[in-house]
């Protein structure tokens, strides 16, 4: 997860087609699934997706939110880590790629994001400006 976007981009370019499998499947697994805590905790701009693919704390939050935060997380490693292993391809492409998609898709207006090691921003009515190794992942 360390390595520059200009080498996730080589390496989402060779599996370009992944996103949209990955978008699937995260979409309609447990990987997915989230509390009531959770939701509202998203809905108050303390808890948001990152480009990354896993969700991420942006504020003060419960023990407990924070622990499910974690358990998503770990849910999501898991469903990237089988993909990738049936597609013959890192975890971390997955998750960018899942991130692209859920950036791109499922974050509401009003909701925080995180692109990178960046600051966390709130969604507004336009598209979320996405970073560059998404091109590929779609």
Request: hydrophobic content about 45%; glycine content about 14%.
């Given at each position: 997860?360390t390595?520059?976007?200009?080498?996730?981009?080589?390496?989402?370019?060779a599996?370009?087609?992944?996103?949209?499998?990955?978008?699937?499947?995260?979409?309609?697994?447990p990987?997915?699934?989230?509390?009531?805590?959770?939701?509202?905790?998203?809905?108050?701009?303390t808890?948001?997706?990152?480009?990354?693919?896993?969700?991420g704390?942006?504020?003060?939050?419960?023990?407990?939110?924070?622990?499910?935060?974690?358990?998503?997380?770990i849910k999501?490693?898991?469903?990237?880590?089988?993909?990738?292993?049936?597609?013959?391809?890192?975890?971390?492409?997955?998750?960018?790629?899942?991130?692209?998609?859920?950036?791109?898709?499922?974050?509401?207006?009003?909701?925080?994001?995180?692109?990178?090691?960046?600051?966390?921003?709130?969604?507004?009515a336009?598209?979320i400006?996405?970073?560059?190794?998404?091109?590929?992942?779609?």
């Amino acid at each position: 997860m360390t390595q520059s976007f200009s080498s996730k981009a080589l390496m989402l370019s060779a599996a370009a087609g992944i996103a949209l499998v990955c978008a699937g499947i995260a979409l309609t697994s447990p990987a997915r699934a989230q509390s009531g805590a959770v939701a509202q905790a998203m809905a108050a701009g303390t808890v948001g997706e990152q480009a990354d693919g896993y969700l991420g704390v942006a504020g003060a939050v419960s023990a407990d939110v924070k622990a499910e935060v974690d358990a998503i997380n770990i849910k999501r490693r898991a469903v990237y880590t089988d993909l990738a292993g049936k597609r013959g391809v890192t975890v971390s492409d997955v998750a960018a790629a899942t991130g692209c998609q859920t950036l791109s898709g499922r974050v509401k207006q009003g909701q925080v994001y995180r692109i990178g090691a960046g600051a966390w921003q709130t969604k507004g009515a336009g598209a979320i400006s996405l970073p560059p190794y998404c091109a590929t992942a779609g």
